[in-house]
């Protein structure tokens, strides 16, 4: 691995029983780890679920699961969040852990795998990218959206038809790789001040 090469944390942020996250998740990382220049963490909010009370001394269930998942969210230099669409919105438990980090995502880039019914998810992704604007993140234009993503996939894991998604993804990936090698270049040289 060069110093060149980037960490990208791969967040799936639905917790719900019976959820498509993972496989959207799966998905995006093997494309995510076809690229040279990415090493990738799948960090899949399932397994590191945060208390909704946010207190000045955590509990120890939450500094138990802050000291597996902070230091993962502090070593990227770039995020791809993989969101479903609730209510017209992203998933409580994403906003859980958005809100219990702050320095984490500051002068980093954040990119959007979003999917859902009609909307693909696009709602969510709205409300977001003003979200991680508020944390000093910077959102990537381009993103991967899945309308009736169940309908999708085939039994593999794998999009029925490939093109659109993947060219996306790929399109997604170049912007994320310039933003995060650009602004840690920026935090090296001099720290960011919010």
């Given at each position: 691995m060069s110093k060149d090469t980037l960490h990208l944390a791969v967040i799936v942020s639905s917790v719900r029983e019976g959820r498509f996250g993972p496989?959207?998740?799966?998905?995006?990382?093997?494309?995510?780890k076809g690229?040279?220049?990415f090493t990738v963490d799948v960090v899949d909010l399932a397994d590191h679920m945060l208390p909704a009370v946010h207190s000045h001394t955590p509990s120890?269930?939450?500094?138990?699961?802050?000291?597996e998942v902070s230091p993962r969210l502090e070593a990227a230099d770039a995020?791809?969040?993989?969101?479903?669409?609730?209510?017209h919105s992203y998933p409580a438990a994403l906003k859980q852990l958005i809100d219990w980090h702050y320095t984490q995502w500051r002068a980093k880039p954040v990119g959007?795998?979003?999917y859902g019914g009609v909307s693909g998810g696009l709602r969510a992704v709205e409300h977001l990218?003003?979200?991680?604007?508020?944390?000093?993140?910077?959102?990537?234009?381009?993103?991967?959206?899945?309308?009736s993503a169940w309908e999708r996939f085939d039994e593999g894991g794998e999009p029925k038809d490939p093109a659109g998604p993947e060219g996306a993804a790929e399109?997604?990936?170049?912007?994320?790789?310039?933003?995060a090698s650009t602004l840690r270049r920026g935090r090296a040289a001099a720290p960011y001040r919010a």
């Open positions: 496989v959207v998740g799966r998905w995006f990382a093997g494309r995510a690229r040279e220049n120890p269930d939450a500094l138990s699961v802050l000291s995020y791809v969040v993989v969101t479903p669409e609730y209510n959007f795998v979003s990218r003003q979200v991680f604007a508020e944390l000093h993140a910077v959102s990537v234009r381009d993103g991967v959206s899945f309308h399109v997604m990936l170049d912007q994320l790789g310039w933003w």
